[in-house]
């Protein structure tokens, strides 16, 4: 199963693609869109959704997976950050694919084993799973695969009967 | 010139299409694009988003508005409603609309004279502006109008060369 994952961002989405059966995953693609913070957002928006666009034509993912905004201590980012994870889902939606939501917590977990793991853990295991390809200086793109290899997984429990709560215990 | 306005929701976003010089306006079209409180967010964002496309196409407007998103009560309602927002700025700018964005002091100061109006002012407002047909009984559709009829207000100040703080003071 090919899955985009999606890590929202006014300045940087990142964006991941791997193939996975749930236990093994390969590494298609990764990368960055970038927007120009002198833009408005109207604009910075119709970037993201070009270039989530332009992956998903790409690499043919059958599923989408973002993850869920957080209570951000500033509000005014997370509001912005929402309005980014809008396009995300609808531009998921548009190209069919079938489109999931995960909390930084669920991911992590799904990864490096508890939630509460350090943004160089989750780059080290993502390597491990993923090979030396594994773009880990490009952050916002490793969070996405993270995000990815959550799905795969979740996708996998799902298949062989087992829900979500009983893959969160 | 035509205008757009938009007024964000998750259950219900009310949309208003003027002609406006920005002293007189007419009313083109408004109502309701509603969404199934059942559906997952991602097709219920790819509802809002053809409904806007549905509109735009029917009454080719030149510039959209859309209301700012308050600090709602409710951090997680707030985040839905800034991704729906997110969809209404992707859609407008892939229209190639001029899109701005109002908070809504700004609207209730440019229809009813102060900040702090009332609903039912704003929609007694809109009726003496608009004429007997404006739908005061569609509340989304009715604030979609105000946001309209703010954006004519500020663009006609604009061409006068007066900028928007002369026009808030």
């Known amino acids: 199963m090919r899955i985009l994952g999606i890590d929202c961002g006014t300045e940087r989405t990142g964006y991941g693609v791997i193939d996975s059966d749930g236990v093994r995953h ?28 332009e992956v998903i034509a790409a690499h043919a993912p059958q599923r989408a997976s973002v993850e ?3 209570h951000a201590a500033n509000a005014q980012s997370a509001l912005k950050l929402a309005q980014v ?29 508890h939630g509460h793991a350090a ?14 390809a594994t773009p880990v200086h490009l952050p916002d ?4 695969l993270a995000v990815a290899v959550c799905e795969a997984t979740r996708a996998r429990f799902e298949s062989l009967g087992l829900n979500k709560a009983a893959v969160r215990a």
Chains 1, 2 share one sequence.
């Open 68 to 70: 869920e905004v957080f």
């Open 119 to 132: 943004k160089e853990q989750v780059q080290f295991m993502m390597k491990s799973l993923l090979g030396e």
């Open 141 to 144: 793109a490793c969070d996405a």
């Open 85 to 113: 994870r809008g396009v995300a889902l609808l531009v998921s939606a548009e190209a069919g694919l079938a489109v999931s939501e995960h909390s930084a917590l669920e991911v992590k977990k799904s990864v490096v084993g």
């Open 26 to 53: 390969l590494l298609v693609a990764a990368g960055t869109i970038r927007t120009n913070p002198r833009d408005a957002m109207a604009t910075r928006l119709l970037r993201i959704a070009q270039g989530l666009r």
